[in-house]
């Protein structure tokens, strides 16, 4: 199901790329709210609903998520992990951006249920093109209906070909 309102979820520690991705995310016309995080720890409380992030009409849990992986305390991997620990709330496309491009943690990335992983580019031209790809690409995908915590939504599949998976 389309949600109403996006909202991007971005965690990245380097205060300098979390300002060129919001002035990219603008400069791209992206109609969604974006939530800055500089850290694994605090895109983890934000993607629980804990602490300053409790309140979800303020705070709607994300449309999909873009993570750094280098970040402390709290990694891209922690997130990944998180969120794989937790497939009542994992239903959100995440995607890695990050400036290494080690095979090693390309794999561990996708290992760790990763939807993408993407180098990040250099130019700031370069950067919107990219959110304006991305943006277009995953937010007008399908994804399970979830409550305001992130939870999946219980469907009813009696008669349909979903009915296997309950």
């Not at 800055?36 to 300053?52: D, F, S, W």
Request: a negative charge.
């Amino acid at each position: 199901m389309l949600h109403k309102k996006y909202t991007i979820l971005v965690a990245d520690d380097d205060p300098n790329d979390r300002l060129l991705m919001e002035r990219a995310f603008k400069a791209s016309l992206v109609k969604a709210e974006l939530r800055l995080v500089t850290c694994g720890e605090e895109a983890i409380a934000y993607l629980k609903g804990e602490g300053v992030f409790d309140d979800r009409s303020n705070y709607q849990y994300p449309s999909f998520l873009l993570t750094d992986l280098k970040m402390f305390p709290g990694d891209g991997f922690s997130i990944l992990a998180f969120l794989q620990s937790t497939p009542d709330s994992a239903i959100i496309p995440t995607i890695v951006l990050s400036s290494s491009n080690d095979s090693d943690d390309i794999k561990r990335a996708y290992m760790l249920g990763a939807s993408a992983y993407i180098v990040k580019p250099q130019d700031p031209k370069e950067l919107i093109e990219f959110l304006k790809a991305i943006a277009a690409f995953w937010l007008i995908c399908e994804v399970p209906e979830v409550d305001e915590a992130g939870r999946r939504v219980s469907t009813k599949s009696q008669g349909k070909l979903g009915e296997r998976f309950t």
